[in-house]
């Protein structure tokens, strides 16, 4: 059975690019800096040839990893989402009921989830818990700092698909 991720329109644009970059630019890149090390003779002890083959190896487990998200990847455009409830996509503004605090994140899927951008993934514990919730309910999140209690009092649509 494959797992699904979900991902944004926008978040699918990204890793094709970041893709794209890998293969057409950095793997030529890093192919050339590997020939050019070469020429400098004695491998055994060329910090240049050890460092660009390291890089080469990151350079394509990463594509691997792109290439294994974008085939699992399952494409939702957030702008056409229904913010009746708490769904991928949605920007969820919530009453921290401990502190009073105000907090807005977007749900978005764990490739594109960035807590310093205003994100958190569908799949985090805090996001798990706000999914399928409406304005007014609480939510508890176990997270690694124990458990955490807010109510959902907004839910608006994504500015980007």
């Known amino acids: 059975m494959v797992v699904r991720?979900?991902?944004?329109?926008?978040?699918?644009?990204?890793?094709?690019?970041?893709?794209a970059r890998l293969e057409r630019v950095d793997r030529v890149e890093v192919v050339k800096a590997i020939e050019?090390?070469?020429?400098?003779?004695?491998l055994k002890e060329n910090a240049?040839?050890?460092a660009a083959k390291e890089r080469q190896g990151h350079i394509e487990g990463r594509i691997l990893e792109l290439k294994d998200k974008l085939a699992r990847a399952e494409v939702i455009d957030c702008l056409k989402v229904s913010t009746k409830s708490a769904v991928f996509g949605t920007v969820v503004k919530l009453l921290d009921l401990d502190t009073d605090d105000h907090v807005s994140y977007?749900?978005?899927g764990p490739e594109e989830a960035d807590v310093k951008k205003g994100s958190i993934s569908v799949l985090s514990p805090l996001g798990r818990s706000m999914l399928g919730k409406a304005v007014g309910e609480e939510v508890l999140a176990k997270t690694p700092g124990g458990t955490r209690e807010f109510e959902i009092i907004d839910i608006q649509p994504s500015t980007f698909s």
């Not at 991720?5 to 893709?19: A, D, V, Y």
């Open 106 to 108: 977007q749900l978005l």
């Open 5 to 19: 991720i979900p991902m944004s329109k926008t978040g699918n644009q990204k890793l094709r690019e970041e893709l």
């Open 48 to 50: 240049e040839y050890h």
């Open 36 to 42: 050019t090390a070469r020429e400098h003779g004695d």
